[in-house]
């Protein structure tokens, strides 16, 4: 029988750690952490991002992390921990935990970028093209 997004969310919130924003905000301080950004690019223009976070879109996260692909990204290979977030942490939390099925450590930040803004954390400008 298939199974509906809410029960793909809440088999990933258990497999995968959540980080509040403010725990998002000390964490970027630490060069062992990355962050991740897996919104469409038409969304970072438009909103902004986290100062300092790669943008990969959830579309080519996969092929990204996976050093075999020809689209492998040489950060992903880095022994970090990586906090994947999108706009309001549910396509996050499923990237989370994919990226941790393919070996990397990694966190989701809990309630996204909508929740970093709320948050009143450092914002870092869209570029509009």
């Known amino acids: 029988m298939?199974?509906?997004?809410?029960q793909m969310l809440a088999e990933a919130e258990a497999e995968v750690r959540s980080v509040?924003?403010?725990?998002?905000?000390e964490l970027r301080a630490d060069p062992d952490v990355v962050f991740v950004?897996?919104?469409?690019?038409?969304e970072l223009e438009r909103e902004g991002m986290i100062p300092g976070a790669h943008a990969a879109p959830r579309g080519m996260l996969e092929f990204w992390i996976d050093p075999e692909s020809p689209y492998h990204k040489p950060y992903f290979a880095e022994d970090r921990l990586f906090v994947f977030y999108c706009a309001s942490g549910w396509r996050s939390l499923?990237?989370?935990?994919?990226?941790?099925?393919?070996g990397l450590r990694t966190?989701?930040?809990?309630?996204?970028?909508?929740?970093?803004?709320?948050?009143?954390m450092e914002v870092a400008e869209g570029t509009r093209k």
């Open 2 to 6: 298939p199974i509906g997004y809410k």
């Open 20 to 25: 509040s924003a403010g725990e998002g905000a």
């Open 37 to 42: 950004d897996i919104r469409d690019p038409r």
């Open 94 to 102: 499923l990237a989370a935990q994919v990226a941790g099925r393919m």
């Open 107 to 120: 966190a989701s930040l809990t309630g996204g970028f909508g929740g970093w803004k709320r948050a009143g």
